[in-house]
């Protein structure tokens, strides 16, 4: 399962759980490009709920975007993780290192109203 949704002009909000195959892959990736268009200084919301880590195919569909991607990324400010799985909230917070311009911070998934404070600010 994977919802991406834009959530006013400058905010885009994804929530993903379960395990994406290469469709999924690219269906998410159609929507959050599509999602984002338009979007400048922009803030993300990633809600991650069961966590499965994708499949090979997956993977293959989002490094052959990987170009578009950092591209999009460009264009958000922001970025805040809700996952429970400590080490989903470490590797977020480092891929938020590796990308210039953008901030990123991991929270617990029930901390929702932290994570739109750190959004807001």
Known sequence: MFNVKKNGEHRIDLEFGGK?????MRAALDALVEEADGVESGRMLYKIGE???PTLGALGVE????PELLKLMKRFDRAAVQCDKMWVQKVSEFEGMLIPGLEKKSFAYDAEQE???WLAE
């Open 63 to 66: 490094l052959s975007r990987l």
């Open 51 to 53: 966590f499965k880590f």
């Open 20 to 24: 994406l195959d290469s469709d999924d």
């Open 115 to 117: 994570a739109e404070a």
